[in-house]
């Protein structure tokens, strides 16, 4: 075989396995590696970690994982006796090797700016430290583009971009001032490397959150970013979901039989790239990896693909509606 048929079929080869592995893998292919050969989840322990909206969902199962492991943490969300029972569970995983004080809950909703330095202070003084903090709390969005009330734009990212930003730079600033090397994780989405339909505000505002920390990133080598970027996954988030109108939710539970990825696995995987401190990585069952990697590495052909799979089918792989057909909300 001459040279040049050599480096095509290896360009061949190379191509047929990332396209298997895209198929078969529930998350993208570094976060596939780094749980497999990288460090485990247990190389955190003792580290003081921050969740916020740790008292469902996602952030919920992330504390559990962390705690399971040995990691002290700090749960925030605005329903304390959520949060206390997350607490309850963390203790329980730990099996006796963290203590209640090794798990500090503080009541915070994340909209009042004005209480987050002190909430800051009272973790360092707790702890005498922290070394991550990951920004979970969120809430998603279904609602017409051209219906969105701009007050809604404006609460949405009030929630999902300013309220983040905010308490990650007193991060930052308590990393610098203290020599640290910090690390700082957000939750972004899929809706965070593609356009979501019906989630105008929600995806401008995942996407914002990628300027905001790829520019940290680059400004500041010292702070370790993390970029986790959940696909469909249980949780409660769409009933909490921002719609059309100020003040309203969706208020649609999301359904047992929906094609979604379990929070417990979508949290194990986030441990994971905080374990490892991957830099942008993203979780989610078919099709999400086509999404994720074809949305990000060929744009052409995404815009190509787009066209053939069509809104309404986007929207079902959204909503984690493959499986569904008989549901009239789900259409
Ligand atoms: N589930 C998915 O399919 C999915 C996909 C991609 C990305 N995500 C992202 O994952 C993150 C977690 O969402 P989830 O799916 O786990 O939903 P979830 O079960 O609804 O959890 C959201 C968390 O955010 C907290 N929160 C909401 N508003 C808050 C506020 N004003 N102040 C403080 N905390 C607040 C909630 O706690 P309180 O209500 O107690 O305050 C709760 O702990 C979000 O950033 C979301 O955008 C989820």
């Known amino acids: 075989m001459g040279f040049l048929a050599a480096i095509g079929l290896i360009v061949i080869i190379y191509y047929i396995v990332q396209f298997f592995l895209w198929t078969i893998l529930d998350c993208d292919i570094e976060l596939f590696l780094a749980s497999t050969l990288g460090k485990p989840i247990s190389s955190l322990k003792g580290k003081v970690v921050w969740i916020t909206g740790a008292s469902s969902g996602i952030g919920r199962e992330l504390a559990k994982i962390l705690s399971k ?98 308490l ?20 972004s989405s899929t809706a965070g490397l593609i356009g979501a339909p019906n989630s105008a505000s929600y995806t401008g505002a995942k996407h914002a959150l990628h300027g905001y920390y790829e520019a940290l990133r680059n400004e500041k080598p010292n702070i370790n970013v993390n970029i986790y970027c959940p696909g469909p996954t249980f949780s409660n988030f769409l009933q909490e979901a921002f719609v059309e109108i100020p003040g309203q939710k969706y208020n649609h539970p999301v359904q047992s039989d929906d094609k979604r990825m379990t929070a417990e696995r979508c949290a194990y995987l986030y441990a994971i790239a905080l374990a490892n401190n991957t830099g942008l990585c993203w979780s989610g069952i078919f099709p999400i990896n086509w999404i994720a990697y074809i949305g990000l590495y060929y744009p052409n052909i995404k815009r190509f ?27």
């Not at 990650?168 to 939750?187: C, I």
């Open 69 to 166: 492991n040995g990691v002290r943490l700090i749960l925030t969300a605005r329903n304390s006796r959520e949060l206390e029972a997350t607490k309850q569970e963390c203790l329980l995983l730990a099996g006796g090797a963290l203590n209640s004080d090794d798990i500090l809950v503080i009541t915070l909703d994340m909209l009042k700016f004005a209480y987050h330095q002190d909430t800051f202070n009272r973790v360092i003084q707790h702890f005498r430290g922290l070394h991550i903090l990951v920004n979970n709390a969120g809430r998603s969005q279904r609602a017409e583009w051209n219906k969105i009330d701009i007050n809604v734009d404006r609460e949405l990212f009030e929630l999902d971009v300013f309220s983040v930003i905010h």
């Open 168 to 187: 990650s730079r007193l991060a930052v600033t308590y990393f610098e001032q203290n020599n640290v090397k910090g690390q700082l994780a957000v939750t």
């Open 305 to 331: 693909l787009l066209a053939v799979i069509g809104t309404r089918r986007l929207q079902k792989i959204r909503d984690g509606r493959c499986n569904n057909t008989n549901d009239p909300s789900r259409a």
